[in-house]
């Protein structure tokens, strides 16, 4: 039977090389559409013969519309692109639908990577990246917690210098303010916050800390039984090496083992019972909270609970 490309005289000068995993003695044979075998057989044969040229393109366009997830065509798609001097912004314009039909798939964002990178070669930084922002808004009408699309976005930011004035952290809040409990989000968020100090010498400034920790007092005011806010106040006080006790008069809001039947959030007393362990004379009052999440407010994890209070004082007494 004839086929898409043994029919076609563009491609009568290639002889295609087939697979060789069947005959006699083979294990598992896959069972590939003819289609995909063909087209296969012509990319082996390409790639032999380290052709760049339109009509690949073309084949590695039809093959990853077959399988997107075949990470050697994408990458001789790159090569070729570069080899020819292509559009890189019309292969992003083609990208953009692939990504939009294939949301989970890694290959389109390291294609996307290599791309925007090329870009940064050939024009202003901020010209190369001109449309990622509402391509990724797209994306994220699809999926708003999708680990590849977040992922992306922290290159995007790093690569290209996207750390303020530009709306990354509005961007955060708005994704925050829409839902509260996106775990996402507040990565990304934390990320604009202090990425840039992993990366380079520079150093977070005083009023980033004001910021955030406001912020995050808002967020936890507005939702108290919502772990995120929680786990974010705990690593702006351990990153900025301060007491969590520091804290515990704004958490005893939600949580006072004073008045059990009043307790709003099981988060604020776990983060009760580890800022009173800091204090030996507030080893009581760890307990306490201890023992509410234990029997009231958490019993699920009792054996959790249980095994933490003790651990009340064990540092101490290793110290001494």
Not at 75 to 103: M, P
Not at 271 to 288: H, I, S
Request: aromatic share 12%.
């Amino acid at each position: 039977m004839m086929g898409r490309y043994s029919n076609d005289p563009q491609w009568e000068d290639v002889v295609p090389i087939s697979q060789e995993d069947s005959g006699p003695n083979a294990l598992a044979v896959i069972a590939y559409t003819e289609e995909y075998s063909e087209a296969s057989s012509y990319m082996r044969a390409i790639m032999a013969a380290n052709e760049h040229s339109e009509r690949v393109l073309s084949l590695t366009q039809h093959l990853i519309s077959i399988n997107p997830g075949h990470y050697t065509v994408w990458l001789y798609r790159a090569d070729t692109l570069f080899q020819l001097g292509a559009d890189l912004h019309q292969e992003l314009e083609w990208l953009n639908g692939v990504s939009l039909k294939h949301i989970k798939n890694y290959q389109i964002w390291h294609h996307r990577q290599m791309l925007l990178t090329r870009l940064k070669e050939l024009e202003p930084p901020l010209e190369a990246c001109k449309g990622e922002s509402e391509f990724l808004s797209e994306m994220f009408e699809q999926d708003v917690k999708n680990y590849h699309v977040w992922s992306y976005r922290q290159w995007l930011v790093r690569e290209f210098g996207l750390w303020e004035g530009h709306g990354e952290l509005e961007e955060a809040e708005a994704f925050l303010a829409r839902d509260i409990r996106n775990n996402s989000a507040w990565n990304f968020r934390w990320f604009l916050a202090f990425g840039r100090e992993e990366q380079t010498d520079w150093k977070v400034p005083g009023d980033a800390w004001d910021r955030e920790l406001a912020f995050t007092k808002q967020k936890i005011e507005m939702l108290p039984q919502n772990e995120s806010p929680w786990s974010y106040m705990r690593g702006l006080l351990e990153k900025h090496k301060k007491p969590l006790s520091g804290e515990a008069e704004f958490a005893s809001r939600f949580a006072n083992v004073e008045r059990p039947d009043e307790v709003r959030s099981s988060y604020a007393l776990d983060f009760l019972a580890d800022a009173y362990a800091e204090d030996e004379k507030r080893f009581g009052d760890a307990r306490r909270a201890l023992e509410l999440l234990e029997t009231r407010y958490d019993p699920i994890r009792a054996n959790y609970w249980n095994y933490r209070k003790t651990l009340l004082g064990q540092s101490a007494v290793a110290v001494g």
